[in-house]
């Protein structure tokens, strides 16, 4: 066999498991009226638990072992390291910034068993926090609502908006899900109504996981 032929074929038998096991992880949804109609019932089913509940760490937690989209349902926060998003002016409006108070800035992905769940741009108010909340935030990967849950905090949907219409998705074999399928703007406030964070998420299509 030629020097690059028996290359290529090495190369194929080391890159087949893996291969094998990215379409394993890619659930397989029809492209039926059915299929749709399920998939459809799906989103609009996360997207009511995350207005009702004000952590999107918990209701992804609970949504993660209900369908099974890992064998530990237990989401795992990590920060994005870069440099901080500039705060769109309506992010520092609904903060009601006061003269001399500063931004903090996090983005984090939520994982159930490796898969990214959602991906979210996290403005807030350190001046209103603690210093021991603002340390967790500073070092570590504790999702924000963890962090500051002694607040009691609570959550205002400023908007809710599904990327994806699965009625709308052409019939054929499979649904073709885009990368992302529903975004949520959040307000977060402590027990006093000051604003403390706007978070902008951005879910993914692995929470859509397999059908039943």
């Not at 952590?55 to 209900?66: D, G, P």
């Not at 990590?78 to 992010?91: I, L």
């Not at 849950?149 to 994806?164: K, Q, V």
């Amino acid at each position: 066999m030629p020097w690059r032929a028996a290359c290529l074929a090495f190369a194929l038998i080391l890159t087949a498991p893996a291969m094998a096991g990215a379409e394993q992880s890619a659930p397989f949804w029809p492209a039926t009226p059915s299929g749709r109609a399920a998939a459809a019932a799906r989103l609009d089913l996360l997207q009511q638990a995350l207005r009702d509940e004000p952590s999107a760490t918990l209701v992804l937690e609970s949504w993660c072992a209900r369908y099974h989209l890992a064998a530990d349902p237990k989401i795992i926060a990590e920060r994005v390291h870069g440099a901080p998003k500039p705060a769109p002016e309506r992010v520092r409006h609904n903060l009601a910034l006061r003269a001399g108070e500063r931004l903090g800035y996090r983005r984090v992905q939520l994982l159930c068993g490796g898969r990214v769940l959602s991906d979210a741009d996290n403005w807030y108010v350190p001046d209103r926090l603690t210093p021991a909340m603002n340390e967790l935030l500073a070092h570590s990967d504790t999702p924000f609502g963890l962090a500051v849950r002694s607040l009691h905090f609570r959550r205002r949907t400023i908007s809710s908006e599904l990327l994806w219409q699965p009625e709308q998705a052409p019939s054929g074999d499979r649904l073709i899900i885009p990368d992302h399928v529903l975004r949520n703007v959040g307000l977060l406030t402590a027990a006093s109504d000051q604003p403390i964070s706007q978070v902008i998420e951005n879910y993914t299509a692995a929470v859509l996981g397999a059908p039943d």
